[in-house]
């Protein structure tokens, strides 16, 4: 639960995600978040050191930890299911209305119900 709370918290992922191909200064990092706010920005810094996710080096860029690297490789299938169900909502497959959710009445157990 304490892992879903620290990366459910607003721009935590996505300072993971950017972070991913290694270390970055805070303004970089910052215009790669879409320009967030900087007190934000340094609240989640923050709350990633303090879980030892992500480390600041003697240069002040900012890097994942081992640690955080592990939890950039868990969240891999995630980012690869997100690209799926992206490309569903784009097209849509046959049995799959343009929302993205099940069609009822392609399935067996449900068509024809009211």
Request: proline share 9%; net charge neutral.
């Amino acid at each position: 639960m304490a892992a879903l709370d620290l990366f459910g918290r607003r721009w935590s992922l996505r300072i993971l995600w950017e972070l991913r191909d290694g270390p970055l200064g805070f303004r970089p990092l910052q215009k790669r978040c879409d320009d967030m706010s900087s007190s934000v920005m340094r609240q989640r810094l923050t709350e990633l050191q303090d879980a030892f996710v992500v480390r600041q080096l003697p240069d002040s860029r900012y890097e994942l930890t081992p640690l955080g690297r592990e939890a950039y490789q868990a969240l891999r299938p995630l980012v690869h299911w997100a690209d799926h169900w992206a490309a569903v909502l784009e097209t849509g497959p046959a049995d799959t209305p343009a929302t993205g959710l099940p069609n009822p009445a392609s399935r067996p157990d449900t068509a024809g119900r009211d």
